[in-house]
């Protein structure tokens, strides 16, 4: 029964032994259970709505739900405008039969990638409570990893489905931006800003993917791993790995070539272009900025320092310095989509090093090299317009996520390689 594992789901968040007050910012327990009554009917009648059918979902805190203000993770939003309608997204799983049990907690304002909020507390890592989750949808992957939902949705500007989902043990799913409406998603980057799901598996994923983006269910008959053209992306995505996200790449990389992918290392300047276009600031840094100075004059005391003094990076580049960084990164967007033709994905660590502890990032020079590194691969793909996906690597010690990226609009291409290779590693 549905309700029953609704019930399971509300006992766990509620546990207060367990991460659940820090994990979810509203819990939705009248419409959960109605809405899982509602499921459990429609399976008796033999009337599924889909796949997504009463199955169990959280929404990130960005998400509109109307009659609500929509909080970001941030204090400074809990007084702001109840939302007049759902979000696209948030219709679309109502409309699909999912269960939605709650709000979960995040990075204030989607901007770090190391998952802390001091506004309304840290979920722990569910590998060792005393390491951050990841971030900025960090309520969710730990809301899917302690089984208090299914599948969470969540936001990608730089990583934010995928960074989360590889420090937990979980499967991080970006999709190209295009196909999934943001509408009603509390934005970070206009440019930048993707929707995406945190679940166990790559199926989950896909069932939840193509809902968000109105489309069929996806087919996902897995590709088999023998032959698949893989470029490990060499050189800045190399760098600085600690010994267990080197270990298990290498291993990885390992299991592959022995199922028969076809493995070869990519050394491409685009890596370096990239950082260049970045070096004042990122796009996602100028864009937030433009969004939130009002709010940094009026009550930029109030948010995460951490977080004020990132977005206020974003005042160095001029109006015409951002529509040059827009402009290039346009052109290296195509370059790699050139490169990327010869390949059926680019491989990589998704992050570097492994889940930080909390009291490494307590300190702001150590926050924010830790937030660097953990952002540094995974934002290559929403910079270069690609979609991606991030699979937990096999092997002793904390959680480290495997990263494919593939071509604009080849998700489901991405979806059964991911599969295939999930298959593999398991």
Known sequence: MIRDRVEAALERIGDPAGEGARTFLTVYHGTARAEADAADKRARD???????DGVIVSIKDLFDVAGEPTRA??????DSAPAKEDAA???????????????????????????ANPHYGTPGNPADRARVPGG?????????????????????TGGSTRI???LCGLVGFKPSKYRIPTDGAFPLSQTLDSVGPIARSVEDCAKADA???????????PDAVEGLKLGIAGGLPLRDLDDTVARKFMETLSMLGRAGAKLAEVE?????DMAAVNATATIATVEAYQLHRERLAARGDEIDPFIRTRIEMGAAVPPAGYREMLHTRAGLAQAMDELLAGFDALVLPTTPIVAPTMAEVSSVDEFRRKNRLLLRNTEIANFFDLCAISLPMAGDGLPAGFMLFARRGADLKLFRM?????RELA
């Open 46 to 52: 033999d009337s599924s709505l889909g796949p997504l």
């Open 73 to 78: 993770g941030s204090r400074i939003l809990e």
């Open 89 to 115: 997204v948030v219709r679309r799983l109502r409309d699909a039969g999912a269960v939605i049990v709650g709000k979960t907690n995040m990075s204030e304002l989607a901007f770090t990638g190391v998952g």
């Open 136 to 156: 900025s949808s960090s309520g969710a992957a730990v809301a899917v990893a302690d089984g208090m939902c299914e599948i969470s949705i969540g936001t990608d």
């Open 164 to 166: 989360p989902a590889a």
């Open 211 to 221: 809902v968000l983006a109105g489309e069929e269910p996806w087919s996902l008959q």
């Open 268 to 272: 491409t300047p685009l890596f370096e």
């Open 418 to 422: 991911a599969a295939a290779i999930e």
